[in-house]
């Protein structure tokens, strides 16, 4: 007597190799890393469009008249703290102190606060600071 034996499944399916998995799980991580970068992003735009409702801010050169019997920072954070309230905050915006060459200090300033700073004792003039790009070089000499 001769018994055959057959298999239920003729063709069975091959199990996934561990490279395969590991393959599947660094794609899935990756779209999941790049969603949440995604939202990330949109929601800093969503920040960004609300406070672009506010004036903001720039650096301004503030020239002012050389301070008597101060060091100039310290006239200069007096000023600033004149206007935006606090010394902290006069800290926190002041860029620059100029002290040779020119008596004055650039800050981080809103419109409203140029206007107002304008009008302290002892400032003489507020402009916005520029990047110039310098024209020359070595084939501009000539």
Known sequence: MIITVTPLNP????K???SQSRSFFLVFLALSLNCIAMS???????????????????????YTEKPHDEEPEAYHIRT??????????????????????????????????VAEISKQPGVLQVVPDRKLQLHSGPNRLQ
Request: proline share 8%.
């Open 11 to 14: 063709n069975p399916k091959p």
């Open 16 to 18: 996934p190799k561990a």
């Open 40 to 62: 990330d992003s949109a929601a800093k735009t969503l920040d960004s469009e609300a406070l672009s409702s506010a004036p903001a801010a720039s650096i301004q050169i503030v």
């Open 80 to 113: 600033l703290s004149a206007v935006l309230g606090s010394e902290d905050a006069a800290k926190e915006a002041l860029v620059y102190s100029y002290k040779s060459a020119a008596s004055g200090f650039s800050a981080k300033l809103t419109p409203e606060q």
